[in-house]
């Protein structure tokens, strides 16, 4: 009785595990990334762009989608005048896409018209990034 009790076990063991190793599961296409700046430091957003390059040249452009949210007192380096707007501008022509945090905007009554032309926007950039997580995003934070 033991012995037809274990082989039924097994059986049933190595059927589920047959059954999981046959399942066809889709590999992503495209890696995605989502690198967070709330750091009004120049240093960390060079960090964060140097990131973003490098997981371009790496894995290839056309094989990551690249985002960096700006928000809190980070999102001044996203200004037309900062001493990053080239190499945002730059990284925006490259393929990464950088948004700013409107609700930060608001709150420091910053405007579209202070703003780099290159980058992009979204209501609310901490929503924005667990939003990209949920789907499966990776997070960085420099």
Not at 25 to 39: E, G, H, I
Not at 50 to 57: E, P
């Amino acid at each position: 009785m033991k012995r037809r009790t274990l082989a039924l076990a097994l059986a049933f063991g190595a059927t589920a595990l047959l059954g999981t190793g046959c399942a066809y599961t889709p590999a992503r296409q495209k890696t995605q990334v989502v690198l967070q700046v709330s750091d009004p430091d120049p240093a960390k957003w060079n960090l964060a762009l140097n990131n973003a390059r490098n997981a371009q040249v790496d894995l290839g452009a056309d094989k990551v989608d690249i985002e960096i949210v700006a928000y809190g007192p980070g999102i001044n380096m996203l200004k037309f005048d900062a001493v990053t707007a080239n190499r945002v501008s730059e990284a925006v022509k490259n393929g990464v896409k950088i948004v700013a945090c409107e609700n930060t905007m608001t709150a420091q009554k910053i405007v579209k018209a202070d703003m780099n032309p290159a980058v992009s926007y979204v209501p609310a950039g901490v929503v924005h990034i667990m939003q990209r997580q949920h789907q499966g995003w990776a997070y960085v934070r420099p």
